[in-house]
Every structure is written in structure tokens, then in C-alpha cells.
């Protein structure tokens, strides 16, 4: 999934919700759970105390009355405490003190609960602990050892808190299919944009709903409907005026065939076979810029190819310089490639003040001629009808843009470079 995908933005919100969710369940249960254990411990102490402190019921003696002596009021000393009374304690007895506060002394061993129950807290003083759903709590003194219950049956929380936890992941979840639902077809009209980027115009993003998304897709599929029916007017369109030329110029064809042998002739079907050749890569032109086109790559020797240029401009190699270093198979589409060759030769001559040269290395084709560098950019001449050339009457600048629209069919690339006094235009393959 991609990084900066709406979808995966999504999905790791979700994720970082669900857990955030987890993290703030476990350390609130944590928190109650010791808040819980304290309030337990001192409920413990306090009871036991209590306890204690009925048991071992001391006779409190009030101190002797104030003595006056020499106008001044002293307290007499107070007397020694008494000796301290030792009483054992009667094991009943502490078991109803324990009965009143719901506790009981334990029968259970301490050993036992030491291997087998769950320690909750445990200080110098004393231990808590969690045995078969009740609490014990072990006071340790270093006369006495007391294990006291609680007769408290203790809730099982922790099943509430994992029910809670289920229920919050069962809501966040059920939201994010929920929400992915709705999002879904702004994908699938994602992948039909990009197949309609590739010229395909036999798709349908029309969708049901009343949400922006179904809004936008349905005028998105309206859009496109329009665009298709454009384009079917334009075919038709083109192909009538394709029909149309080529009739004059097949019955130019079949007049210059009966005239007689001479230079005139062979000049005349020459034209006609040339303008019936335009026509032909016309046609491919426009079906190659609208994506319409597939290229019959096949490996093909330069000079092939450049004889096939010349051939298109109705002139011979005399009239320009070539320089092939070597002669290497280059896989292209014939056609397509030597109209590249073709318009880069005609741009040097039309707008070149020496020969152009032409040379092949091994990993490189240029075509140069002496010359005003270009003014701006080489991108700012890939567009047609450039305004550079559009009033010129040597051309309606559309040379480079049919250059750029095939050698971007092939994956290359044309460079340019202004050196020496020399326009340098570099098709590296």
C-alpha cells in the first residue's frame, strides 16, 4: 500500500486509535486495581486494630487533682504505669470480633497459598493475596504470624474489562470497514482515471450513491461520455478528409501514368506518391497522440532509416553531411523513427545556414547545423503550432512536438545543445 494513500492514512489512524484504546484500558485497570489493593489493606489494618484494641481493653486511671502551692498551681508527677498484662488471645473470641466484619480466621496453610495463590501486594508487614475467589491477608509480626479471609466473594472484573476491550475493538473495527466501504469507490474511479490517462475511453465510472464521491464519479462518467463522443466526430471526421484527399490524389496518380516517359513524369508521380505518403503518416500522427496507436518495434540498421528521412523530403544525401561512425541495429518502429529523422533534418535545413550534419556513434544520434541558438528552452518548443514558428512560412511548428510524441513512445529522450556556433540536437539510445 502506498505511504501517502488516503487508505493507508486511514488504516494507521485506526490502528493507533486501537491501541491507544488498549493502552488506556490497561493503565486505568492497573490504577483501580491498586487503588483497590490499598483500599483493602487499610480496611485489613484498621479492622485488626480494632479488633486489638477490644481485646486488650486496658483500665484507663484519671490523673490526681491539681495541688496549690505558694500561689503557684504544679502538677504532681504522674504515677509509674502499671506492669504490663499479658492475655491470651482466645481464638472464639477473635473469631466473632472477625465475624462481625464479615472476615474469619483462614484454615487454609500458608504454604498453600504461597505456591498456589496469586500475590496481590505484599510490604514487610504483611501480604494480599487472591485464592478461589476470595482475598487473604497474612499479618506478620515478629511475635505472631495472622492469615485472615475475607468472606467476600470478589466480582471477576477482569472479565469486564477484556469484555470492554472486545467491545471497543468489535466498534473501532466495524467503523474502519465502514468507513472504507464509503471510500471504496473513490478508488475504483482512481484506477479509471488512470486508464483514462492512457487513452482508454471505454470506461464507466457512474455510481450509485448520493455522497461527493458518487457525485464526482457520475460527472466525472459525464465528462468522459462527452470526451468519447467528441473523439468518435473527430475520427470520422478525419477519416472523411482522409477519403477525400486521396481521391484527387490517386486520380493525379493514375494521370501522370498515361503521360509519356519523360522528367516531368517521374517528377510528377513522385509528388503524388509523397503527398499519398504524408497523408498515410498523418494519419498515424493523430492516431499515435491519441494513444491509439501500438509501435512495430523491430531492430533496423541507420542507414536504412535515414534513407527513408531523405526519401520523405525529396532529397538526396548529397544535400547534407554524414558522418557514421558505426552502423549499429537500432529496435524501433521504421516509420515512426525516420519521421524523426526526417523533421530534425528539415529543421536544420529550414532554419540552418550551413549543410547538417549528420552522425551515428554508438550510443547516440545528432543532427547538427551552424545557426542562432534557440531563444528559450527545448521544452517550450515541444508544444504545436509554437508561436516561434507559427507565423514563419517555413513551417506551422510541428516538427518538435511530433519528434517528442514519438521518441516518448520508444522511452527516449531528445537533447540539445548550443556549441561552437552549432545547434546540436542528441537522441541517445
Given at each position: 500500500?502506498?505511504?501517502?494513500?488516503?487508505f493507508?492514512?486511514?488504516?494507521?489512524?485506526?490502528?493507533?486509535?486501537?491501541?491507544?484504546?488498549?493502552?488506556?484500558?490497561?493503565?486505568?485497570?492497573?490504577?483501580?486495581?491498586?487503588?483497590?489493593?490499598?483500599?483493602?489493606?487499610?480496611?485489613?489494618?484498621?479492622?485488626?486494630?480494632q479488633?486489638?484494641?477490644?481485646?486488650?481493653?486496658?483500665?484507663?486511671?484519671?490523673?490526681?487533682?491539681?495541688?496549690?502551692?505558694?500561689?503557684?498551681?504544679?502538677?504532681?508527677?504522674?504515677?509509674?504505669?502499671?506492669?504490663?498484662?499479658?492475655?491470651?488471645?482466645?481464638?472464639?473470641?477473635?473469631?466473632?470480633?472477625?465475624?462481625?466484619?464479615?472476615?474469619?480466621?483462614?484454615?487454609?496453610?500458608?504454604?498453600?497459598?504461597?505456591?498456589?495463590?496469586?500475590?496481590?501486594?505484599?510490604?514487610?508487614?504483611?501480604?494480599?493475596?487472591?485464592?478461589?475467589?476470595?482475598?487473604y491477608?497474612?499479618?506478620?509480626?515478629?511475635?505472631?504470624?495472622?492469615?485472615?479471609?475475607?468472606?467476600?466473594?470478589?466480582?471477576?472484573?477482569?472479565?469486564?474489562?477484556?469484555f470492554?476491550?472486545?467491545?471497543?475493538?468489535?466498534?473501532?473495527?466495524?467503523?474502519?470497514?465502514?468507513?472504507?466501504?464509503?471510500?471504496?469507490?473513490?478508488?475504483?474511479?482512481?484506477?479509471?482515471?488512470?486508464?483514462?490517462?492512457?487513452?482508454?475511453?471505454?470506461?464507466?465510472?457512474?455510481?450509485k450513491?448520493?455522497?461527493?464521491?458518487?457525485?464526482?464519479?457520475?460527472?466525472f462518467?459525464?465528462?468522459?461520455?462527452?470526451?468519447?463522443?467528441?473523439?468518435?466526430?473527430?475520427?470520422l471526421?478525419?477519416?472523411?478528409?482522409?477519403?477525400?484527399?486521396?481521391?484527387?490524389?490517386?486520380?493525379?496518380?493514375?494521370?501522370?501514368?498515361?503521360?509519356?516517359?519523360?522528367?516531368?513524369?517521374?517528377?510528377?508521380?513522385?509528388?503524388?506518391?509523397?503527398?499519398?505518403?504524408?497523408?498515410?503518416?498523418?494519419?498515424?500522427?493523430?492516431?499515435?497522440?491519441?494513444n491509439?496507436?501500438?509501435?512495430?518495434?523491430?531492430?533496423?540498421?541507420?542507414?536504412?532509416?535515414?534513407?527513408?528521412?531523405?526519401?520523405?523530403?525529396?532529397?538526396?544525401?548529397?544535400?547534407?553531411?554524414?558522418?557514421?561512425?558505426?552502423?549499429?541495429?537500432?529496435?524501433?518502429?521504421?516509420?515512426?523513427?525516420?519521421?524523426?529523422?526526417?523533421?530534425?533534418?528539415?529543421?536544420?535545413?529550414?532554419?540552418?545556414?550551413?549543410?547538417?550534419?549528420?552522425?551515428?556513434?554508438?550510443?547516440?544520434?545528432?543532427?547538427?547545423?551552424?545557426?542562432?541558438?534557440?531563444?528559450?528552452?527545448?521544452?517550450?518548443?515541444?508544444?504545436?503550432?509554437?508561436?516561434?514558428?507559427?507565423s514563419?512560412?517555413?513551417?506551422?511548428?510541428?516538427?518538435?512536438?511530433?519528434?517528442?510524441?514519438?521518441?516518448?513512445?520508444?522511452?527516449?529522450?531528445?537533447?540539445?545543445?548550443?556549441?561552437?556556433?552549432?545547434?546540436?540536437?542528441?537522441?541517445?539510445?
Amino acid at each position: 500500500m502506498n505511504k501517502n494513500s488516503l487508505f493507508f492514512t486511514i488504516t494507521l489512524f485506526f490502528l493507533m486509535l486501537i491501541i491507544t484504546a488498549h493502552l488506556i484500558v490497561y493503565v486505568g485497570y492497573n490504577i483501580t486495581k491498586q487503588q483497590q489493593i490499598d483500599l483493602l489493606v487499610n480496611k485489613y489494618m484498621k479492622t485488626l486494630r480494632q479488633i486489638e484494641k477490644e481485646l486488650f481493653n486496658f483500665p484507663k486511671k484519671p490523673f490526681p487533682p491539681l495541688q496549690k502551692q505558694n500561689e503557684f498551681i504544679f502538677p504532681l508527677p504522674p504515677p509509674p504505669p502499671p506492669p504490663p498484662i499479658h492475655k491470651k488471645i482466645n481464638p472464639e473470641d477473635f473469631e466473632k470480633k472477625l465475624n462481625t466484619y464479615d472476615m474469619s480466621l483462614s484454615k487454609i496453610e500458608i504454604q498453600t497459598l504461597e505456591k498456589e495463590a496469586t500475590l496481590l501486594a505484599k510490604e514487610l508487614e504483611w501480604k494480599l493475596f487472591e485464592y478461589k475467589g476470595y482475598n487473604y491477608f497474612l499479618r506478620i509480626t515478629p511475635f505472631s504470624t495472622l492469615l485472615i479471609k475475607d468472606n467476600t466473594k470478589l466480582e471477576k472484573k477482569t472479565q469486564d474489562i477484556v469484555f470492554l476491550t472486545i467491545l471497543f475493538n468489535i466498534l473501532f473495527i466495524s467503523f474502519y470497514i465502514f468507513l472504507i466501504r464509503k471510500l471504496k469507490p473513490l478508488l475504483f474511479l482512481k484506477r479509471d482515471i488512470q486508464k483514462f490517462s492512457k487513452g482508454n475511453l471505454d470506461i464507466d465510472t457512474s455510481c450509485k450513491g448520493k455522497d461527493e464521491i458518487s457525485e464526482v464519479s457520475n460527472e466525472f462518467n459525464k465528462a468522459i461520455t462527452q470526451i468519447r463522443t467528441l473523439t468518435q466526430s473527430r475520427n470520422l471526421f478525419l477519416r472523411n478528409i482522409m477519403h477525400e484527399l486521396k481521391t484527387p490524389i490517386t486520380k493525379g496518380l493514375l494521370i501522370a501514368n498515361m503521360i509519356n516517359e519523360d522528367e516531368s513524369k517521374k517528377d510528377l508521380e513522385k509528388l503524388f506518391y509523397r503527398l499519398e505518403y504524408l497523408i498515410n503518416e498523418f494519419a498515424k500522427i493523430e492516431r499515435f497522440t491519441s494513444n491509439n496507436i501500438s509501435l512495430e518495434k523491430r531492430e533496423y540498421i541507420f542507414a536504412d532509416i535515414l534513407d527513408q528521412a531523405l526519401d520523405i523530403l525529396l532529397i538526396d544525401s548529397s544535400q547534407i553531411d554524414i558522418n557514421i561512425k558505426t552502423n549499429p541495429k537500432l529496435y524501433v518502429d521504421f516509420e515512426m523513427f525516420s519521421l524523426v529523422i526526417k523533421n530534425l533534418i528539415d529543421n536544420a535545413l529550414k532554419h540552418g545556414t550551413s549543410k547538417p550534419l549528420v552522425e551515428l556513434n554508438e550510443k547516440s544520434i545528432s543532427i547538427s547545423n551552424e545557426g542562432k541558438a534557440l531563444e528559450k528552452a527545448l521544452e517550450n518548443y515541444n508544444q504545436p503550432f509554437n508561436r516561434k514558428y507559427e507565423s514563419s512560412q517555413k513551417g506551422l511548428g510541428l516538427g518538435l512536438y511530433i519528434i517528442k510524441n514519438i521518441l516518448d513512445l520508444h522511452d527516449l529522450k531528445l537533447e540539445y545543445t548550443y556549441k561552437d556556433n552549432k545547434n546540436i540536437f542528441t537522441i541517445n539510445y
